[in-house]
């Protein structure tokens, strides 16, 4: 199949924005290759493992074999005879890069999860899945490396119904096991289709292998009971014990998984032509951008309720989701269309910012290839070449008619390393560098220790400091130093308090007066919230701002052990001021002494992130594993079987007690175990822990 032209006009019904999710390992980039191969986009399959793939372009991806950045790649597909364009994202497996995840769940209209055969559902799967359900992005699943001992669809499937969803549904069935994997029985047409050589270009069709017939009889039984119940003709058809045609059962396919009522599910080797299958799955069940609901906004000044129709003919409006910083050609924001269209060499506005910027160029995404266009429409995906301050996150639109779209909440970052460049004439490279990795990144936080003057970086676990610090050298040319991770611990407040702040001070002919009451308490809402309950101007309007900025200056240093203040509610309710020497400076000192001192006497109370780690582990080093864990101030929350004689254990642990876990973890397995961990909650730090917290710091 020869390559096709990006810049060709589809229609809104022929296009499929979609992503590949996963957990780590279960083959999304092999499975993205793979679609790009078997439709004629690359004529040579990379292997991931030999850091060949089309989608792992990075260095470290390459050497790792893992994928760390999400990365767009389109190809064309062509389905009873007609045409459709797939813009395909492949996301990360580690949590570390979840944010990868999230943000591009934002702007997709569908996904295909990959699950790994052996496994069936592990801990980035539950994750990937949630985060799909929050952005209600329909899925179609494909359980992935049937073809390795240990391979189980049918153990696959129920852990997907037991743990995600009860309305997954088998749409084909595997020929053979393990290492005689070779082929799958299609339960719509009810035929099967088998291979003898992964790398064959077609599968051929044939009847169901004999042994097998009852076993499709009955999963194609349930397919079509779900697939009638998703529409009231099919329904009635089928109570009227009438046959449903193929085409009925796509009908009903498609209207379940839109609808959220059912994830078909597929089975096999993606390394085979099975990956056409799911092209195939891809083009009838997934929605084109007109099947979405329009998307939601409010107008920037009014706060009014606003909706975008995916239509061309609409008002232009687009969220951009990823920046990214390419040394050849500066900055590139990757953004989704939602309506209209905007063109390169225009001026949109982000509403967001309230800013005008001007798109310079506007670009195709292919990995790390792209082809510059002139257009993009809605239900397109791209990246614009010229934005100098729009970030993830920001809404672009047309200026007369504003909207600004819900923008995508991040994680808070749990681990820290202070960081330093090797060579004095570094400085200011490395802050440049630093400021563009966060921009890139919204779970990487830069913020400067003022007490040590040291610089701090923060994100969301030991790989991925480790990746920031690799690309500091490799892409920006600075070598730096980093010190021991230490955690991002966080300090709240028990009980509500009120405290007074005064700033008086007499210099030479010039004074300076600033006094203020505020009361803190604990925020239910979770964040921080500032009130202002001033009556009878004790305090003028112009310096309440003043005191607001005094509080959030403090707000990074708290009374405890100087970490980061969560949660809390301040109230300024009295002061005064004096006629000349009051101003700007004085009533940000009294706004931050009042706070400092409210806080003290409101039990103040340090918090520590619990991760949710989950090991999966030979049976025989089990106890070993637990032991080790409960040690670790760990909690057990249970265990669930795997096959082949392996077992997922659950466990909420402080951060503090996982550094070098993985070290450890392969130590006491003999190299056999694996853990993943994310982000839990945050929670109150025992007594006996936080004076050793306190002198550490």
Not at 87 to 108: A, K, Q, Y
Not at 322 to 340: A, E, Q, W
């Amino acid at each position: 199949m020869a390559k096709v032209s990006y810049d060709v006009q589809y229609d809104l019904d022929q296009i499929r924005n979609i992503g590949i999710i996963a957990h780590i390992d279960a083959g999304k980039t092999t499975t993205t290759e793979r679609l790009l191969y078997f439709s004629g986009q690359i004529h040579k399959i990379g292997e991931t493992h030999n850091g060949e793939s089309v989608t792992d372009f990075m260095e470290q991806e390459k050497e790792r074999g893992i994928t760390i950045m999400s990365d767009a790649v389109t190809c064309f597909w062509k389905y009873k005879g007609k045409d459709f364009r797939v813009n395909i994202i492949d996301t990360p497996g580690h949590v570390d890069f979840t944010v990868e995840v999230e943000r591009s769940l934002r702007i997709l209209d569908g996904a295909v999860v990959i699950f790994d055969g052996k496994m069936g559902v592990e801990p980035q799967s539950e994750t990937v899945w949630r985060q799909a359900d929050k952005y209600k992005v329909p899925r179609v699943c494909f359980i992935n490396k049937l073809n390795l001992v240990g391979g189980d669809f049918a153990a696959s499937l129920k852990s997907i119904k037991d743990r995600l969803n009860p309305n997954a549904v088998a749409i084909t069935l595997p020929i053979g096991r393990e290492h005689d994997l070779r082929g799958v029985i299609d339960l719509v047409k009810m035929k099967a289709f088998t291979y003898t050589d992964i790398n064959q270009e077609n599968m051929v069709e044939e009847e169901i292998p004999a042994d097998m017939k009852d076993e499709a009889e009955m999963a194609r039984a349930e397919l079509v009971e779900v697939a009638a119940s998703q529409d009231d003709a099919l329904m009635e058809k089928f109570f009227a014990g009438e046959e449903l045609t193929e085409d009925e059962i796509y009908l009903g396919i498609r209207k379940g998984t839109l609808n959220m009522n059912m994830f078909p599910v597929m089975g096999g080797d993606s390394r085979s032509a099975i990956s056409k299958m799911i092209l195939d799955l891809v083009t009838y069940a997934m929605p084109s951008p007109q099947d979405v609901p329009p998307v939601v906004g409010v107008h920037p000044k009014t706060n009014e309720e606003l909706t975008r129709v995916q239509k061309e003919d609409e008002p232009f409006s687009a969220l951009v989701f990823k920046i990214s910083n390419d040394p050849h050609i500066g900055t590139l924001s990757y953004f989704r269309v939602y309506s209209g269209k905007v063109d390169a060499g225009s001026y949109v506005y982000n509403s967001t910012k309230g800013k005008k910027e001007r798109i310079s160029r506007l670009v195709l995404m292919h990995a790390e290839d792209r082809e510059e266009v002139q257009t993009l429409r809605a239900g397109d995906i791209g990246a614009i070449v010229g934005l100098k301050d729009s970030v993830t996150g920001d809404t672009l639109c047309i200026e007369n008619d504003p909207v600004i779209l819900e923008k995508i909440e991040f994680s808070e970052p749990v681990i820290s390393q202070a960081i330093e460049p090797k060579t004095k004439s570094d400085e200011e490279k490395l802050s440049i560098a630093l400021g563009k990795l966060m921009k890139e990144d919204p779970t990487f936080k830069v913020q400067t220790n003022h007490e040590t003057g040291q610089t701090i970086i923060s994100g969301m676990g030991e790989l991925h400091l480790e990746i920031m610090v690799d690309r500091l050298d490799r892409e920006h040319n600075v070598q730096a130093q980093v010190g021991k991770p230490q955690v991002a611990y966080r300090e709240t407040i028990r009980i509500e308090n009120e405290a007074e702040g005064k700033y008086v001070k007499q210099s030479g002919g010039r004074g300076q007066y600033g006094h203020c009451w505020l009361r803190v308490e604990p925020n239910t809402a979770e964040g921080f919230e500032f009130v202002d309950a001033i009556k009878g101007g004790s305090i003028p309007k112009e310096f309440i701002s003043s005191i607001r900025k005094g509080v959030e200056n403090t707000l990074n240093t708290g009374v405890i052990a100087g970490f980061p203040v969560v949660d809390v509610k301040v109230t300024v309710y009295d002061g005064s001021f004096h006629d000349v020497d009051s101003n700007d400076a004085a009533f940000q000192v009294a706004g931050s002494m009042g706070f400092k001192e409210a806080m003290r006497g409101a039990k103040p109370s340090l918090l520590e992130p619990l991760m949710k780690v989950e090991v999966t582990v030979p049976d025989d080093y089990v106890g070993d594993v637990t032991g080790s864990l409960s040690s670790k101030r760990g909690i057990i929350e249970g265990s669930e079987v795997k096959a082949g004689g392996i077992q997922m254990i659950t466990a909420r642990v402080p951060m503090s007690e996982l550094f070098g876990y993985t070290t450890e973890l392969r130590s006491i397995t003999s190299g056999r175990g694996s853990a993943s961990v994310e982000f839990h909650s945050y929670s109150e730090v025992p007594a006996s822990i936080v004076e050793g917290i306190k002198g550490g710091k």
